[in-house]
């Protein structure tokens, strides 16, 4: 059974930094790229970051490239979202998840690359 379990969200001013992590069970995750994505109500699923299986290459949106950071940790199972700079757009809930195919060199910025994700952690950003 796989398992995502993020953690790390919360009440932030702007300008401020987080740290999301996500923690990974039930798979062989040093070979699947992972990805975050972020939610509000009403909106659809939009991605935010994704890091190789490898952890040599990270993609990220426009709207968070110079302030967030992904970053993987094969030996636990885990992968960590910095946020810096955070603004009150970034407000959402975050989720990560697993990328459908192992050791794949096509896309990781779709929400259908991903087969199994988290429950979310809620990130508030106040002005």
């Known amino acids: 059974q796989v398992q995502l379990t993020e953690s790390g969200g919360g009440l932030v001013q702007a300008g401020g930094s987080l740290r999301l992590s996500c923690a990974a069970s039930?798979?062989?995750?040093?070979?699947?790229?992972m990805g975050w994505f972020r939610q509000t109500p009403g909106k659809e699923r939009d991605f935010v970051a994704a890091?190789?299986?490898?952890?040599?290459?990270?993609y990220y949106a426009d709207a968070v490239k110079g302030r967030f950071t992904i970053s993987r940790d094969n030996a636990k199972n885990t992968v960590y979202l910095q946020m810096t700079s955070l603004k009150p757009e970034d407000t959402a809930v975050y989720y990560c998840?697993?990328?459908?195919?192992?050791?794949?060199?096509?896309?990781?910025?779709?929400?259908?690359?991903?087969?199994?994700w988290g429950q979310g952690t809620q990130v508030t950003v106040s002005s």
């Open positions: 890091i190789r299986w490898s952890g040599g290459s990270q």
């Open positions: 998840a697993v990328h459908r195919f192992q050791s794949y060199s096509g896309s990781v910025v779709r929400e259908n690359d991903y087969d199994y």
């Open positions: 039930g798979r062989t995750f040093s070979v699947y790229a």
